[in-house]
């Protein structure tokens, strides 16, 4: 019989900082530990000496950062003998939700907008066998129907307005300052429906906080920088946005659930909000891509995005340390990037050695 330890995540990892207990049976798919990357390209391109790394949340078990709460979330639903988990979503979280849900045997109802969800995410949530509900609507829509059906059906939802998504994914800042020692000067992170900014902070403010059961693992906290498309940017407008468009569909949201909490993390922290335009988000999306060979979703890549325009600007000052958050990976939304870059270096030859020669030498 093997005695080794069975390592189930990011809760048995963080047990102890979380709200479970040693009876709490976990439902996990072995999340977090995802890399942090430190970029070698960029920097140079931008003129600028710092540091910037990108915490690619993309290599989690189903392709986002989603599932971090989502552990979390299911497995307090399972303890408080939930059978069906319900979300709305354009896309990452009913993957997400959808995967935890078969992992603990429950059912899995997700409200999607109707011809908004990028293809790999849609695929992902009919292989785990939720049942998928279409919505003539956008996700600020589905999300209200969420709630209110909540009431009335025996559903528990996994949406981020639950207290135990968040608390999943602050744990993605104790791996940060495990990794790096002390938290970055500047957190850089697209912001959509606003619960990543604030379980980021949270995660922060609690590994630099002394309290009668944890000591402060590092004093020091960075300075929030969350980054909209411009076509769904509430926080910059000041008030949701009642029809939201963006190529950027994990982001397009306009009327984020954590509203409040995102505006503390911003203003405690002496943070900013900003807007990009689809085409500058996909810019950085194909920069990370072509310098640093590493594949993320157009809405991840606004973290990029922000992060470049405020170092070369000098709003973020020479000497930091950065990091960004990749909120999921590339292979989410394949139909964009290859729309982007369909023709580039595509050769159609003969098939023989000569044509095969050519066709390298000429483009070398």
Not at 40 to 49: S, V, Y
Not at 169 to 192: N, R
Not at 266 to 282: H, P
Request: glycine letters at 8%; charged letters at 20%; proline letters at 5%.
């Amino acid at each position: 019989m093997s005695t080794a330890k069975h390592y189930t995540g990011l809760i048995d990892r963080y047990r102890d900082r979380l709200p479970v207990s040693a009876s709490t049976r976990v439902i996990s798919l072995n999340e977090g530990n995802t890399p942090l990357i430190q970029l070698q390209n960029i920097p140079r391109l931008a003129g600028k000496e710092v540091d910037i790394y990108v915490k690619f949340e993309g290599l989690n078990p189903t392709g986002s950062f989603k599932d971090r709460g989502m552990t979390m979330a299911v497995t307090k639903a399972v303890e408080e003998d939930s059978r069906a988990i319900i979300c709305a979503s354009t896309g990452n979280t009913s993957a997400s939700a959808a995967a935890y849900a078969a992992r603990a045997g429950i059912k899995a109802f997700v409200i999607i907008p109707e011809g908004k969800i990028a293809l790999g995410k849609l695929a992902q949530t009919l292989m785990y066998d939720a049942t998928i509900i279409q919505i003539r609507g956008n996700f600020d829509q589905g999300m209200n129907l969420v709630k209110e059906v909540a009431e009335l059906a025996p559903v528990t939802i996994v949406n981020s307005i639950n207290p135990y998504r968040i608390d999943g994914q602050k744990t993605a800042s104790f791996e940060i300052i495990d990794a790096l020692g002390e938290a970055p000067d500047y957190h850089c992170l697209p912001v959509g429906n606003a619960g990543n900014i604030t379980a980021y902070w949270k995660g922060y403010k609690e590994y630099s906080a002394d309290s009668d059961t944890h000591k402060a693992v590092t004093s020091k906290r960075p300075v929030m920088c969350g980054y909209q498309a411009a076509g769904a940017a509430p926080f910059l407008a000041g008030h949701p946005i009642e029809h939201p468009e963006t190529i950027a569909t994990a982001i397009r949201i306009g009327n984020p659930q954590s509203w409040d909490y995102a505006w503390a993390a911003q203003k405690e922290s002496g943070g900013w909000f900003d807007k990009f335009t689809d085409e500058e988000i996909l810019e950085a999306q194909k920069m990370l891509s072509r310098y640093e060979g590493i594949f993320c979703e157009p809405a991840s890549a606004t973290s990029v995005a922000g992060a470049w325009r405020d170092i070369r600007s000098g709003k973020i000052p020479e000497g930091s340390k950065i990091v960004c958050t990749l909120t999921g990976t590339g292979l989410k939304d394949p139909d964009t990037a290859i729309k982007q870059c369909a023709s580039a270096r595509t050769l159609t030859i003969e098939a023989e050695l000569d044509s095969v020669k050519r066709a390298i030498l000429d483009h070398m």
